[in-house]
């Protein structure tokens, strides 16, 4: 069964940058769409940033121009860069594909 595992969460100081991993047990990303979701204390799971297998990319409003979302061309691992960040960005961070979820990764941003 593949499994889906993020990394680099952390604690950081607004204006600082992150990159998060989301590494799968088979090469599913280059096949599939994935995403990066998270979940804020009290606040329901939202989409950050998709990217399809064709390589298109979408962002949600609140991290356009901060966050990138990319891939290794091997399909195991797929990065969400998270430059500038806010405290509004903490959250656990969660990637998704092929219809898996990750366990989640916690972003911790001090003002």
């Known amino acids: 069964q593949v499994h889906l595992e993020e990394s680099g969460g952390g604690l950081v100081q607004a204006g600082g940058s992150l990159r998060l991993a989301c590494t799968a047990s088979?090469?599913?990303?280059?096949?599939?769409?994935m995403a990066w979701y998270r979940q804020a204390p009290g606040k329901q799971r939202e989409l950050v940033a998709s990217?399809?297998?064709?390589?298109?990319?979408n962002y949600a409003d609140s991290v356009k121009g901060r966050f990138t979302i990319a891939r290794t061309s091997n399909g195991f691992t797929v990065f969400l860069q998270m430059n500038s960040l806010k405290p509004d960005d903490t959250g656990v961070y969660y990637c998704?594909?092929?219809?898996?979820w990750g366990q989640g990764t916690q972003v911790t941003v001090s003002s």
């Open positions: 998704n594909g092929n219809g898996l």
């Open positions: 088979e090469s599913i990303f280059r096949r599939n769409p």
């Open positions: 990217l399809t297998s064709e390589g298109s990319r």
